[in-house]
């Protein structure tokens, strides 16, 4: 699909100055940076363009009454485009791993990484893409398997700005699977403001209610810590990785001693990094 930045004039002759980026914030709170890129025809969101590489943001994750307020030439177009008929429904032939050839529309899904729906005149049947031969569609279809690349790797890390983003709390996860991640920033604050408590039983305590509220995230942060360590180019970055990985599995485990030494390490670390 061709894209249009939205230097382009649209409904109401509106534009924006050629690759101006724009802050956008979500209904997290988080913010990001970029140039937005958009299509015509889409009536779900808009792709950005960021220092740290490409996401693709759907409407219902934007704070849209900032929108209005920050950027009432994107919010105009989002207007439009929301009050458009969709336009993500197309007739193909797939073929499957096991040589089967499946025939239907498609529908597909930003929010969706995992797959998409194809209804048949027998119905609809769901398919993920570990399912569908790859090599065929970027043959036979390959509009769906751009689609496919970038919804497998929405949230995929791959430099150490992108790493500090993450140990920061930063970094905006934005895929279902990947969806016990989307507020660990705010997890990280709730540790940082506790460990600013002077009084050691009552640092424990509060460290203790966050451990125990929110064990499978910190031990899910605990092991993206340690996938990470085989991304980092930094030594210093890899440094931290292994800290915070540490700290995060002895807080799940509630050993605070050992958490508050490499947590601390890992932020002091990372105080000093752009």
Not at 8 to 20: E, G, M, R, S, Y
Not at 63 to 68: A, C, F, G, I, P
Not at 221 to 237: E, F, G, H, M, P
Request: aromatic share 10%.
């Amino acid at each position: 699909m061709k894209c249009f930045l939205l230097t382009i004039c649209f409904a109401a002759n509106v534009v924006l100055a050629a690759d101006k980026p724009v802050l956008i914030k979500f209904k997290d709170n988080s913010e990001l940076e970029g140039v937005v890129t958009t299509s015509p025809g889409d009536t779900q969101g808009f792709t950005l363009k960021t220092k740290h590489g490409e996401s693709r943001h759907t409407w219902s994750q934007i704070d849209v009454n900032h929108l209005r307020q920050s950027n009432p030439e994107l919010y105009k177009f989002y207007v439009q485009q929301s009050h458009s008929a969709p336009a993500n429904t197309r007739t193909a032939q797939i073929k499957l791993r096991n040589g089967a050839i499946v025939e239907g529309a498609i529908s597909t899904s930003p929010s969706d990484t995992q797959g998409f729906t194809l209804r048949s005149q027998y119905g609809s049947t769901r398919y993920e893409w570990n399912q569908i031969d790859l090599t065929h569609l970027s043959q036979t279809k390959p509009d769906l398997y751009q689609f496919y690349l970038q919804q497998a790797h929405i949230d995929d890390i791959k430099t150490d700005d992108q790493i500090i983003l993450f140990l920061r709390g930063k970094f905006a996860f934005r895929s279902e699977a990947n969806s016990l991640l989307r507020n660990y920033g705010a997890v990280l604050e709730q540790i940082n403001a506790a460990l600013r408590v002077q009084k050691v039983a009552q640092r424990n305590q509060q460290l203790n209610s966050i451990a125990t509220k929110n064990r499978p995230l910190l031990t899910l942060l605990s092991q993206r810590c340690d996938q990470l360590t085989a991304v980092a180019k930094s030594k210093n970055i890899l440094a931290v990785l292994i800290s915070y990985r540490q700290a995060f599995d002895s807080l799940a485990r509630i050993e605070f001693s050992r958490f508050g030494f490499n947590y601390n390490y890992g932020q002091e670390s990372l105080a000093n990094m752009r």
